[in-house]
C-alpha cells in the first residue's frame, strides 16, 4: 500500500498518537485502566500499521529483528529481576514493600517495573510473530 | 438490555461466520465478532480486558489471518464428512455448560463465594497497601505478581514457540537451495 497517498499520510498522523497512547495506558495504569500487556499490544500495533502502510522492510529499519528478540527476553528478565532485588534487600521474592524506604513508595517502583517488563515481552512477542508470519513470503520467493 | 443487543449480534455473528465459505468474510467478521465482545465488556466495566480483547482480538489476530490467508488461499474447503456428529458433540458440550451455568450465583451478586475470599481485602485494604487506586493493577502486579510473573513467561514461551518453528523452516529452505 505504499503508493496511497492518503494512507501513507493518515498513518503519518496516527502512528504517533497510538503510540503515545499506548504510553499512557501504562504510565497511567495505576490510576485509570490499562497496564503492560494494553499497552505493550498496542505499541506493537502501531508498529504493525506502520508495516502494512510503508511495508515490512521500513518497519524492520524501524524496529529491527535483533532488538525485538532481544525484547521477548528482556521484559521476562526484567520482571524475575525485579524479584531478585526484592530478595537482595532483604523480602521475599516479588516483595515490593522493600524496594523503597517508605513501604508504598516500594509499591509504586516494584509495580513500575514490573508492569515495564510485562510491556517489553508482550510488545517484542507480537512484533515477532508479525514479522514471522509477514516474512514467509519474501523467503519463498 | 444493550448487553442482550449486543450477544444477539455475536449470535448472528458466530452463525455467518460458520456458514461462509469465503475465509476473507470470515477474518472480517471474526474482527467484528471481537469488537462486539469488546463493547460488551465496556458495558461490563472492564475496561482493562476490553482493550485487550479490541487491540489483540479485533487488531493483531485480524492482521495475522490476512497474512496466513495471503499465504494459504481464501477459499474453505468443501467438507469431507457430514457434520452431524460434530454438530451433536457441540450441542452436548454447549448444554452441559448452559447446565453448569444454572448452578452458579447469580450476575453481580455480592454474597457469591468469590467475592468473600480474598476480594473484600482487596478491595479495602489495596488503596492504603499499595497507593494504587485501580485495583485491577494492585492485584495484577502486587498481590498476584507471581502469576502475573507466570502469564509474562507464557507469552514469551509462546513467542520462542513461534520463532523456533517459523525459523527452522527458513533455514532448512536456504540449505536446500543450491
Known sequence: MKDYLVLRVIAKLMIAFMLLFALYVQFHGDFGPGGGFQAGVIAAAAIIFYAIIYGLPAARAVVPDRLVETMVAAGVLLYAG???????????????????????????????????????????VMLKIFYLFAGREEDEG | MIIVALLVMMAITTVVIALRRNLLAVVILAGIYSFLMATVLVALDAVDVAMTEAAVGAGIST???????HLGGGEEMQPLHKPFLPLMVAVATGAVLVYGTLGLPAFSDAGAPIHQHVAPRYVQEGLRETGVPNIVTAVLASYRGYDTLGETTVVFTAGIGVIVLLRRLRRRKREGKP
Not at chain 1, 521474592?93 to 510485562?118: N, S, T
Request: hydrophobic share 55%.
Open chain 1, 82 to 124: 525485579v524479584g531478585v532485588a526484592g530478595l537482595l534487600l532483604g523480602g521475599n521474592y516479588l516483595d515490593y514493600f522493600v524496594l523503597a524506604r517508605d513501604p508504598v513508595d516500594g509499591q509504586h517502583r516494584g509495580i513500575f517495573w514490573v508492569e515495564m517488563g510485562v510491556l517489553i515481552t508482550v510488545a517484542g
Open chain 2, 63 to 69: 492482521v495475522l489471518f490476512l497474512g496466513a490467508l
